[in-house]
């Protein structure tokens, strides 16, 4: 009788615990949520509620980076890009508050929570919710959320495709290369050249039948053949030639509203995985006589998802190469393995590059340039130099080799014309340093919001110094100094030149705790 009311109570204590945790999420998705227009017509669901247990990571597969930004960010950005404006939702479960804060609160954009991973086609399912709310009853893109090499050119063909080949519903597919065995993706059936009896298929030739999920292929009998029906024409297949099928789903869908919203229900688990895959709503779809089609995109990198480590870092080593190709002839990169432009900075350069000047920016190895950075004709970052925030370099900047440089969000580093920054300097904050000026290696400065730091032109800072929330003036040489929160006056002596500034230092504190050895 005890354990049956330990039991009781700890389910009890459980599903208060669950039904406090969905208050606090749903909270968290108005807070984050905007509004859905009910006035456009296009949608994008994208699915990000698995964490992917095969990651093997505390953080969400969704939010693992790939060229500096989390894959669910990096397929949110292609959908509004390429959907042009699109009603956005997103599908979030596990590690719910990181994604909703990850991604933001962004125009058109809302979210959903599946509280049980049941699947692709619950997850499409709980996604459709808000859809209904506003009445929607156009085209929905479907969109997982790991395939983070997916672009705005890529989205924007497939939508082209989907209006142009007049059908209910568009897969979109990527071809296998290499072993077969090791192809762990869903298989595209179509329709062969001829039947089971062997009479010819005709006009159904190479039609979409189904999508077979490699678990339930591996679990049919090898001995007998699976038979499907198109059409009233049964096809068959042996267990091998559906293993050796080399298109396989890339997890990106369109299809039109309506039928979704008829036949998603008719979805069952009746497979391996006891999951409900929207996969199963191509077969649905074809005995209801609607068409489903599908198409694969010309870069095949882009249909790439992952569930392990290695593949993310496959992906990496592509959207780096994919950067090195766009900027290779357009400036220099020392190491086309080891550095990081993001995106942003990327189509600046571009821009740059249309208005025919030469750039002459020259970035070396192990260079990171975060997507603030504002760069200019003519600047050199050496090995290993880390930029990021909104730093806004002048012409003819130099920076050598390990320095950093860098500001919070709302803050602004401006670097005047000619500047060089020598080795290993770190330089943060709110700054202005002047043109010409010269900051030599072992220099730190930090300029707060409070305290900003304003280095004037032809300014030399050199040796052991530091300086917080300081003015100096044009002119000035400071040597082996720490000046916080100072102004340097532009003293000129009696033979015309400024006076330097050398071995400033605070009175020491905690003089009683040296002594000598």
Known sequence: MFSLKLRCFIYLNNEKVKKESNVEIQQIIDQYGDKLNSNIQEAAIILAAGHGKRIKSNISKMLHKIWGEPTAVRVHKAAAEGLENPNIVMVVGI????????????????????????????????????????????????????MGLLDKDTVKKFRQDFKNLNCDML????????????????????????DKFGNDSGDDLGSVIE????????NLSDDRPYEVTYKGKIYSFTKDELLRINEFNAGVYAVKFKPLSEHINKITSDNVQGEIYITDLISIFNKNGLKVKAVSPDDQS????????????EMEAIARAKAYDKLKDIIEIDDPDDFFIADEVIEQILEMDKKGIPLDIRIGKGVYIGKNVKLNYGV?????????????????????????????????????????????????????????SRIESSVNMTGSDEFPLRIGKNVLI????????????????????????????????????????RFYLPMPEGVDSVTDL
């Open 462 to 501: 050199k040796g052991t110094s530091y300086l917080f929330g300081t003015i100096v003036e044009d002119d000035v040489h400071i040597e082996h100094s720490i000046l916080i929160k100072k102004k340097v006056e532009r003293v000129l002596k009696k033979d015309g030149t400024v006076r330097a500034v």
């Open 95 to 146: 590690k719910a508050e990181d994604v909703i804060k990850t991604i933001g609160k962004k125009s058109q954009t809302t979210f959903a929570y599946q509280e049980f991973q049941n699947g692709t086609g619950d997850a499409v399912r709980v996604g459709m919710e808000p859809l209904k709310k506003i009445n929607f009853n156009g085209d929905v893109y479907i969109f997982p959320g790991d």
């Open 171 to 194: 897969v979109m597919t990527g071809i296998y290369e290499g072993d077969y065995r090791k192809n762990y993706y869903g298989r595209i059936i179509r329709v062969p050249q001829k």
């Open 302 to 313: 882009v249909v790439l998802g992952f569930n392990v480590k290695s593949v993310l870092k």
């Open 211 to 218: 999508i077979m999920e490699q678990k339930d292929i591996l």
């Open 380 to 436: 050199e970052l050496k090995k290993n130099v880390y930029v990021d925030g909104n730093v806004i370099f002048g012409k003819n900047v130099k920076v050598w080799e390990n320095a950093l440089l860098s500001t919070f969000p709302h803050q602004q580093f401006i670097i005047g014309d000619n500047v060089e920054i020598l080795w290993g300097d770190i330089i943060k904050g709110n700054i202005v340093i002047g043109e010409n």
